[in-house]
């Protein structure tokens, strides 16, 4: 069985905040927060942007990241306040509630620190699904935009998504994706995994490279985000859903990659890997 939500609080105004550390300068970070070709390389389709305090935005995301298609989610609202190179503010409606949005840039070491706040949301219980859902996209988006500007600045990015209903509780799912033995049993022919997060892993395919990476964001049995270090540099992001009565599981898998151009885009096999992960059995932790 799940246990309570963790992470929501039940006060009159709960915020999202996130941080990350990136190795580029706030001006370039700026530059891709701000420009709608760069955003639309690591965040949204496509995107308007009049830059100045109350000019409009509109970030249009489709399906793959990459056109807009009839079932697209658009967003729009009114920036604030900004200071160039340092700081955004934008009113952002979500599901008829004015939130604030906020991206503050500091100066660290080689690079910059970016924080993310999105607050205004309500307390009340039925918020906490929305609310945990922009949670973990705040959270998880950050380190996309890491990764853009450390290994894949200029490359396009498409995503593939992954859905499968499996007979097991979220517990031993999440445990294939974290542990040597885990991932052993179904997505490497061997693979040594430090379970936590920042922790590294590595995955052994015969007679093809291997796949070293990262775990970036950890919410045990529920949310995972990985980052893959092939050919080109790409994101997996997991969420499970167990059912009440914790013997099934909604898994739900985004893999975004990154490439030059279109023809260099090579997507992971990911449903015949979704097939052995459905027939593992349960395989010890290891560490």
């Known amino acids: 069985m799940r246990d309570e939500p ?22 370039e970070i700026y530059h891709a927060l701000t420009d709608p070709h760069e955003l639309s390389r690591w965040f949204v389709s496509e995107a308007s942007i009049d830059l100045r305090p109350g000019g409009s935005y509109r970030w249009v ?3 793959g990241t990459g056109a807009a298609g009839p079932d697209a989610l658009v967003t729009s609202g009114e920036f604030v306040a ?3 190179q340092e700081y955004l503010r934008l009113s952002t409606p979500v599901e008829g509630t004015e939130t604030l949005l906020e991206f503050r840039l500091d100066p660290w070491r080689d690079g910059s620190i970016l924080t993310v706040s999105h607050s205004g949301f309500p307390g009340e219980e039925s918020w ?5 859902s922009i949670d973990q996209g705040w959270q998880s988006e950050i380190q996309i935009l890491k990764l853009y500007m450390e290994a894949a600045r200029g490359m396009i990015s498409r995503s593939h998504f992954h859905e499968a209903r499996l007979s ?15 991932l052993s049993s ?15 892993f590595r995955l052994d395919r015969d007679g093809r490279p291997p796949i070293k990476g990262r775990y970036v964001v950890w919410d045990p049995d529920r949310f995972l985000v990985m980052t893959f270090e092939a050919e080109r540099p790409s994101v997996v992001r997991l969420w499970l859903e167990e059912s009440e009565d914790g013997t099934m599981t ?3 898998l985004e893999h975004r990659l990154f490439a030059p151009d279109q023809k260099s885009l090579a997507p992971f096999d ?18």
Request: hydrophobic share 40%.
């Open 6 to 27: 963790r992470g929501l609080t039940l006060e009159p105004d709960r915020c999202s905040r996130h941080s990350v550390g990136i190795h580029a300068s706030p001006a």
């Open 61 to 63: 995301f489709g399906e």
């Open 82 to 84: 900004i200071v160039p």
């Open 128 to 132: 906490d699904d929305t609310f945990r």
């Open 168 to 182: 097991e509780g979220a517990e031993p799912i999440y445990e294939r994706f974290t542990t040597s033995a885990g």
């Open 186 to 200: 179904w997505l490497a022919d061997r693979a040594a995994a430090d379970a936590a997060l920042g922790g590294e």
């Open 250 to 252: 909604d898994l739900s």
């Open 270 to 287: 990911w449903e015949g890997a979704i097939e052995k992960l459905a027939a593992a059995k349960r395989t010890p932790s290891a560490p």
